[in-house]
């Protein structure tokens, strides 16, 4: 039996890696969406351009003015006299937000009163504007503590902040790990979803039918040349994390590698579950990017999944991409223990467990 | 099948004599059968199109899908933020500020008397922050010997950690006003007022919904058109249309015209649903949403009818629709991230991302209204980079199979 | 009508850097007849046809199509020829009616005219009932009828058909050379371009190419006429035909030698004396009309030799009377139609069964449930006495397998495809080694080991095939189709081959279109409609339908004869 086996996985993994186009696609793509969308995904906002409408003719409102430009994340600064002009550059995206300096400005604050500033930001862009906002409101309160009384200082709670497992809030310690396991759905998706279909629409499914290989012998011999080629991507994303990008790597390689295998092996039964349903290419092809696009979405990657409506969640449940998420960002940044990694690798075993009975089932009943 | 030996013998003598009458063609004519040649190729489209499961499912049931998510689900307004708060004496004055912790909208609070209550829960992301009030606090607030409040924050995922720190600092803030207030003290500093214009209460699907119709125009104009023109390929019934009297020209506008026409009603579909059942403003006028996806098209169709000129393979035309098409469209459009704060060379890739032009342009016309200066800057880029990719579509596209 | 309709004018055509597909073709193809445009695959047919159509450019020479340079003026030719590529060119998911649509807008034909050309077609080609029908439920046949309706919706003064044969039984190609032949008598010219050599054969004339290099142009009876006198037929063989053409075709004198049904057909060298034949009493040797492949083996040097080092090397299988495939009232249905009834039959050890049939009669559903790949709805059906359903992997560890058209991964190294069969069939180690080792040597794929099989020529293809599907020694071998398109000469080894395994008791199932193929059966079942219709040995069906008219069908005859008996039995 093993031999048999064999024989398929020897022959799945030459189909993918023969062709040199084959090749190509494999390992290029893959990395380069590592790079690009490392550095794309970023959540800083640096470059934006800002206009200002200063009413004030005292020295407080230069002040301010002088700091803004001084700040590292705006690159051009536009002075106007002009509400009108305000909303022109606002409505037609030159600027991402406008400061206005009312009129009292200085001569409030030099009586200890405090100042008045408006802050108008580009809603269409919310996650770009409230950053922008986030910083102007933080040179604005440091203006505001220079000025303050040491009583008042004292007087005010400050708050201390402890980012644990990523001191600077580095955002690429977060999407690296993250990318690992989103690409690695990606490619192995296509993939397995394509082998199948490809067989059937080439004619040569009927040869392995015909052949003493069981059906759980194809199975094996279909999942394993993805779940190699997904070892090989996770493998080059780890050390391209820990050597390129230095991302620490705090937890065992061990629990990421045994988690791994699981999320691998419920990938690949969901992209051979689409492949059998699947009657020609283009259909597993789309089939695939029906399932990829809600699973990115409901990974928890890009909003977190309690922030989902209570209806919503359990969906989630069936997403692999949810539980190695945590795996991986886990075993990265905060050394998670067993019974944690193990509390996401169960639901994994189980999604791959049903998935691949599904297609078993599904390549038996096309022979009836 | 005829068992007598005999057969029908099919004649055309008739058609013939006809033939001969009409030797001459007009102008007109050679229009008007170019016109009929086009629209036959269009009928055939359209009726593969309603024929395949998987072209439904891509242009309606996808688009349907992504609505519902980000209509309902997935927001990236954080409102139910888990949040550990450990006081660690128990005074009038801590309560007090715990309970405004428990009283804000975006936290669900957990309470404690220890930060180690909540160091695990931290590490296996149950609170994504703990608050800490030290033992200290009530004594140091009360003496003005600067008192100090302790978040700790989860920053394996900085973007909710960030927003922790945010809204930790805004409620302590508004506690302090209120005490303020209550004791007439002076608050110190500088009143800053911020007006988010077009979205003001920041609702996150005002923007995800237009950016989401962007994706789905994206995936119908360049992934799908890839995949059925490789197909045809494939099957070798490009072959057979080229050797009719069809022009190279008719054939490319007998893909264009079907598919422009599916993009355009799916997303006609998406912004109904968008704002009759999520209530998403639509501020502009219907001429510059139309105006503004027409020209997305052009380059979208274009690069998808190029990409399967240049693969004739549909495994490869969906690779490549994929990486230079579909990701982009996502991550360098501006739709989830600022293409400004990237590094240059990612800001020059993004530079031929069309769909960067199309985002801003939809959420202009959902949320501002029509501001014409910029959409109009935004058409003549798509439109130039329809030019470019439709060009190099038709050159690829010779009435040549080698 | 004796005007040149194509002139080709020493013209060249390479793809890469490989041998040239054309090389320096000149010809001249008339109006008002059907000109063959016949070689084995590979030969450059399609390429010529292309050609012709203005869709490819040559590298060297001129094409002139209708008086038009294809380099110059394609939309003028394009515009006065009927095409009909290879699989048809038909849209699956559009309808018979929805096709013709189409194709009328694209040719334009004139609205007015439509009603009665549509009319005219679809009874011309007996699609009328099925004008709803997606294209891609129908059968080969109708789906070929239907292509050529839609090159001839607007009336072309040229008509190109490439392989319109290939995948049709022999009733439907029939009727379309009945209907091609129609139209040249108004003067259409016909180009129609085949592998089989019998359709060849009935050409006003040919141009014969091989390898890129055109051998011969002018009436296929011209060609045949090197042959006269050289042709004989064998018969009242004693004892195993298949030992004797063996013996025949090593001696000194004979050029080539096949089998037809019970008798054996025979081409000497020129000069060769005809007692080189003489074998035993009661064998007689009559000289025989020669045929258009008689004399192109004897262009190409004469067949292989009767050797087979194949079956030499394969051990024998005892026990000769056992049943070694059994078909028990197989039974299959799809819904409330019946794809196959009650289909029973036994194939002893050592013996060569056909299963013959029009397209969509239930041929292949009776292969594919012999062979595992269709459950039975009932009935039941066994391979060296395992049950299929049961019993799979045992009885599909004895049987190989070899669709000729999709066996092998074309991704894969001819040395990679052997290691997978051998693998997947379980062999190992030193035994494994040996084996991929000898049909190396006897088949001599060292030279190709390393090229994907997808770049093979079609001839190494189809002998890759058979290595793959005979290392395991398997007691029962199914084929399909297994030699459509090939060359003759390698159709000639690859039966030697089978013939020799056959000696050391291997059963084989074949199920073709071909009648070539159908010849070398020992017995044949007829399936019409579900039901095996007939079953006998080939000599025994032929002799079933000979009549005064003809006195000596050929298995072509004797096919449709059944067929339409059976038919009209029915009405």
Known sequence: ?368 | MKSDGSHRVFSFSRLREKGKCRKKITDGGRMSASLRRLSALVRKETYQILRDPSSILIAFVLPLILLFLFGYGVSLDATRTRLGVAVEEMTPLTQDLAASFQASRYFEVKMGRDRRDFEEALVVGEVRGIVVIPQTFTSDFTTHSHPQIQVIVDGTDPNTASFVQNYVQGVVATWMRQRASETQAEPPGINVEQRFWFNPELTSRNFLVPGSIAIVMTLIGTLLTALVVAREWERGTMEAMMATPVTAAELLAGKILPYFILAITSMTLCVLVAVFLFGVPFRGSLLALYAISAAFLLPALGQGLLISAATRNQFLASQLALLSAFLPAFLLSGFLFEIGSMPTIIQWISAIVPARYLIPSLQTVFLAGDIWPLLLRNIAIMLLAGVVFLGLAARSTRKRLA | MSEDFVRIEGVSKAFGSGAPALDQISAAIKGGEITGLVGPDGAGKTTLIRLMTGLLLPDAGTLTVLGFDTRREAARIQAAIGYMPQRFGLYEDLSVQENLDLYADLRGLPQVERAQVFDELLSFTDLKRFTQRLAGKLSGGMKQKLGLACALLKKPRLLLLDEPGVGVDPISRRELWKMVKDLTSEGIGVVWSTAYLDEAEACTSVLLLNQGKLLFTGPPAELTRRVDGRVFKVTGIEGRRRPLLASLLDRPGVLDGVIQGEAIRIVTEPGARQDVLREGEGTKVNPAPPRFEDAFVDLLGGGPGGRSKLAEATQTQADADTHVIEARGLTKRFGDFTAAQDITFDIKRGEIFGLLGPNGAGKSTTFKMLCGLLKPTAGEGRVAGFDLRRDTAEARNRLGYMAQKFSLYGDLSVAQNLDFFAGVYGLKGQHRRDKIKLVTDIFDFARYANQSAKDLPLGHKQRLALACAVMHEPEALFLDEPTSGVDPITRREFWTHINGLVEKGVTILVTTHFMDEAEYCDRISLIFRGKSIALGSPDELKARVASADNPDPTMEDAFIALVEGSEKEAA
């Open chain 1, 1 to 368: 039996m093993w031999g048999r086996i064999h024989a398929l996985i020897i022959k799945e993994l030459l189909a993918i890696l023969r062709d040199p186009r084959g090749r190509l696609v494999i390992i290029v793509p893959p990395i380069l969406q590592l790079f690009v969308f490392s550095y794309a995904a970023t959540l800083e906002v640096t470059n934006v351009d800002i206009a200002v409408l200063n009413r004030d003719s005292g020295k407080w409102g230069q002040e301010l003015i002088q700091r803004i430009e001084g700040a590292p994340s705006f690159r051009r600064i536009q002075r106007t006299d002009e509400q009108k002009k305000v909303h022109e550059l606002i409505d037609r995206q030159e600027v991402i937000a406008a400061v206005q300096i009312g009129p009292d400005f200085s001569r409030a604050l030099e009586a200890g009163r405090a100042g008045e500033v408006q802050v108008i930001l580009d809603g269409r862009r919310s996650n770009a504007s409230q950053i922008v906002a986030g910083y102007l409101n933080q040179i604005i309160a440091r203006l505001a503590a220079d000025l303050a009384t040491p009583r008042q200082l004292s007087a005010a709670v400050t708050i201390v902040p402890r980012n644990w497992f990523n001191p600077n809030l580095t955002y690429i310690w977060f999407t690296v790990p993250s990318l690992v396991a989103i690409i690695a759905l990606l490619i192995g998706l296509i993939v397995t979803a394509l082998s199948v279909a490809r067989e059937r629409e080439l004619g040569t499914f009927d040869q392995l039918m015909v052949s003493p290989l069981r059906t759980h012998e194809i199975l094996i011999g279909k999942l394993t040349p993805p779940m190699l080629i997904g070892l090989f991507h996770i493998t080059i994303y780890v050390l391209t994390a820990v050597f390129f990008f230095e991302i620490p790597l705090r937890g065992s390689l061990v629990l990421l590698y045994g988690s791994a295998l699981f999320y691998l092996a419920s990938v690949v039964g969901i992209g051979l579950f689409i492949s059998s349903l699947s009657m020609t290419q283009q259909q597993a092809i789309l089939g695939a990017f029906v399932f990829m696009v809600p699973a990115v979405l409901l990974s928890g990657f890009a909003t977190p999944i309690e922030n989902m409506p209570d209806w919503l969640q359990p969906v989630t449940y069936v997403n692999p991409l949810r539980y190695f998420l945590v795996v991986v960002k886990g075993v990265f940044l905060k050394d998670i223990p067993l019974s944690e990694v193990l509390h996401n690798t169960i639901p994994l075993a189980l999604i791959a467990l049903f998935t691949l009975s599904a297609a078993a089932w599904l390549f038996r009943s096309r022979l009836e």
